[in-house]
């Protein structure tokens, strides 16, 4: 039996680090990721992004993501 998943609870993941081409999404180093950290909402999320990827805007092969966990965890 399936449980429902806590609806205030919408749980993002932010992780990034450098991409082999710009064009995709293959990371260079796996073992180098950055993850920046889960959180309780995305607009908490999306405020950690922002941060990470403004301190990065050198670096154009580097990105950061957002990861709706909330919706891989819904049966």
């Known amino acids: 039996m399936a449980t429902p998943i806590d ?3 919408r749980l993002h993941l932010v992780f990034g680090g450098e991409l082999e081409d710009i064009e995709g999404v293959r990371f260079r180093d796996l073992s180098g990721l950055d993850v920046v950290g889960i959180f ?3 607009a908490s ?3 950690a992004w922002r941060a990470k990827a403004q301190a ?3 670096s154009a092969q580097t990105r950061y993501f957002v990861v709706h966990l909330h ?3 819904e049966p």
Do not use: F, K
């Open 7 to 9: 609806s205030d609870q």
């Open 40 to 42: 309780p909402d995305y």
């Open 45 to 47: 999320a999306q405020a």
């Open 56 to 58: 990065t805007v050198d």
């Open 71 to 73: 919706r891989l965890l």
